[in-house]
Structure formats: structure tokens, C-alpha cells
């Protein structure tokens, strides 16, 4: 807009000038004055328009790849890219990977439907961005959730872990915040490269809280 006001301006003036310097008339100089102006006046917002159609195509591209589409979480891709992003911004030492599976959620799928299967992800990954703000959270498979976080010491992960087991553990009157399964592992160093074994171990904790009914979350270290 400044642009165009400036260009706006010098067009003004040089008509003025013709008028009162050069006694040209208005209907001689609209042969001129009215295109300038068109330009002056179009120019400006075709770019922005231009500009803000390639700015919401970059961030749906990303967010496409990036983003889970149901639940809004990252999805494997995103989460890899997130943690290399927050391993660039701060100097936090020690990483906690958790794999997370729904009970049941194939018959669940089968006796309520699928439109009751999507929301019963949604608020399950509602719940997860609610008790674990910080966190790094996406959705990696069907039911499948990891959550990542990281922090400066392994005494400051103390509070995710008893965080993800008040989410899913029957401690209570009534079902948990979340029906199922969670695995851990805590590693004393985090890393892009690392990433891969934590995942494998979280997910083979995983696996170990299935197999035992009373046991709800399994816990190791890398």
C-alpha cells in the first residue's frame, strides 16, 4: 500500500505539472494517467494475492506431511523432524520415548463403527496433548502413539512417567483417561540417531505390557 500511495503520488504530480505548467488538459493525459493508475491500483494486490495463495499452499504441503490429518498430531514423519527441530533450540540431555496402543480398538472398531473409532482417537490424542503439554506427541500407526520429551536431567522425567501411568493405569472408580498399553524408555542421551533405538525399545516395552494383564506400563532404559 505505501508502494502504491508513493507511485500514486508521483503520477498525481506529473499530471498536476502538465496541467498548470504545460496547460495540458485531463481528457489529453487519460490516455496516460488512466493505465498508470490501473497498474498502480491492480499491481499491488495481484502480488499479495499471489504471494498469500503460495503461502497456504507451502503450510498445507507441510502440514499434509507433518500432521496427522484425524487428530492433528504429528505423524512419523513430523515427529522425527520436531525432535531434530527442539534438539537444535535448547541443550536438554536426556530423552524419554513412549509407545502408547488402544485396548481392543480393532473390536471396538467392529461394534461401534468407524466414525466411533475416529473419535475415540481424537480424544484420545486430545487427552495426551492435555496432561502432556510439553511433550512431543504424534500418532504412528492405526491406535499407535509415541511421545517424546526431553529434558536437562533424568530426575525431571520422573513427572512424565507418572503422568503417562495415571493416564491409563485402573487405580480408580470407572475406566481410565485412556484405555491401554505404554511403553518406555528413557535414554541418557538424546540424538536424531538415537531415535530409532529408543522407539524399538519403548515398543518392545510395549509388547511386555500386553502380554501381562495387571500391567499396564513397562519401563526400561536405553
Same mark, same amino acid.
Do not use: W
Given at each position: 500500500?505505501?508502494?502504491?500511495?508513493?507511485?500514486?503520488?508521483?503520477?498525481?504530480?506529473?499530471?498536476?505539472?502538465?496541467?498548470?505548467?504545460?496547460?495540458?488538459?485531463?481528457?489529453?493525459?487519460?490516455?496516460?494517467?488512466?493505465?498508470?493508475?490501473?497498474?498502480?491500483?491492480?499491481?499491488?494486490?495481484? !502480488?499479495?494475492?499471489? !504471494?498469500?495463495?503460495?503461502?497456504?499452499?507451502?503450510?498445507?504441503? #507441510?502440514?499434509? %506431511?507433518? %500432521?496427522?490429518?484425524?487428530?492433528? *498430531?504429528?505423524?512419523?514423519?513430523g515427529i522425527r523432524?520436531?525432535?531434530?527441530?527442539?534438539? %537444535?533450540?535448547?541443550?536438554?540431555?536426556?530423552?524419554?520415548?513412549?509407545?502408547?496402543? $488402544?485396548?481392543?480398538?480393532?473390536? #471396538?472398531?467392529?461394534?461401534?463403527?468407524?466414525?466411533?473409532?475416529?473419535?475415540? *482417537?481424537?480424544?484420545?490424542?486430545?487427552?495426551?496433548?492435555?496432561?502432556?503439554?510439553?511433550?512431543?506427541?504424534?500418532?504412528?500407526?492405526?491406535?499407535?502413539? !509415541?511421545?517424546?520429551?526431553?529434558? %536437562?536431567?533424568?530426575?525431571?522425567?520422573?513427572?512424565?512417567?507418572?503422568?503417562?501411568?495415571?493416564?491409563?493405569?485402573?487405580?480408580?472408580?470407572?475406566?481410565?483417561?485412556?484405555e491401554g498399553r505404554?511403553?518406555?524408555?528413557?535414554?541418557?542421551?538424546?540424538?536424531p540417531s538415537a531415535?530409532?533405538?529408543?522407539?524399538?525399545?519403548?515398543?518392545?516395552? *510395549? #509388547?511386555?505390557?500386553?502380554?501381562?494383564?495387571?500391567? #499396564?506400563?513397562?519401563?526400561?532404559? $536405553?
Amino acid at each position: 500500500m505505501a508502494q502504491a500511495a508513493f507511485a500514486l503520488t508521483i503520477v498525481v504530480g506529473y499530471a498536476v505539472e502538465a496541467v498548470v505548467v504545460h496547460g495540458r488538459s485531463l481528457l489529453d493525459l487519460y490516455i496516460f494517467i488512466a493505465p498508470a493508475v490501473t497498474v498502480i491500483a491492480s499491481l499491488p494486490t495481484i !502480488i499479495q494475492v499471489l !504471494i498469500e495463495f503460495g503461502r497456504r499452499g507451502i503450510g498445507q504441503v #507441510y502440514t499434509e %506431511r507433518n %500432521r496427522d490429518q484425524l487428530t492433528g *498430531l504429528y505423524n512419523r514423519h513430523g515427529i522425527r523432524q520436531a525432535f531434530r527441530t527442539v534438539l %537444535r533450540k535448547n541443550d536438554q540431555n536426556v530423552g524419554l520415548v513412549a509407545m502408547l496402543d $488402544l485396548d481392543r480398538f480393532k473390536e #471396538y472398531n467392529d461394534a461401534h463403527g468407524h466414525l466411533a473409532g475416529d473419535t475415540r *482417537l481424537r480424544i484420545t490424542a486430545d487427552t495426551l496433548k492435555a496432561a502432556l503439554s510439553d511433550a512431543l506427541i504424534g500418532r504412528v500407526g492405526g491406535d499407535e502413539f !509415541i511421545v517424546i520429551v526431553t529434558r %536437562r536431567s533424568p530426575d525431571a522425567l520422573t513427572g512424565i512417567i507418572d503422568a503417562l501411568r495415571a493416564l491409563v493405569s485402573r487405580t480408580g472408580v470407572g475406566p481410565p483417561p485412556i484405555e491401554g498399553r505404554v511403553g518406555i524408555c528413557t535414554a541418557s542421551s538424546v540424538s536424531p540417531s538415537a531415535l530409532n533405538d529408543a522407539i524399538a525399545i519403548a515398543d518392545a516395552a *510395549l #509388547y511386555e505390557a500386553k502380554r501381562d494383564p495387571a500391567n #499396564y506400563v513397562a519401563h526400561t532404559g $536405553l
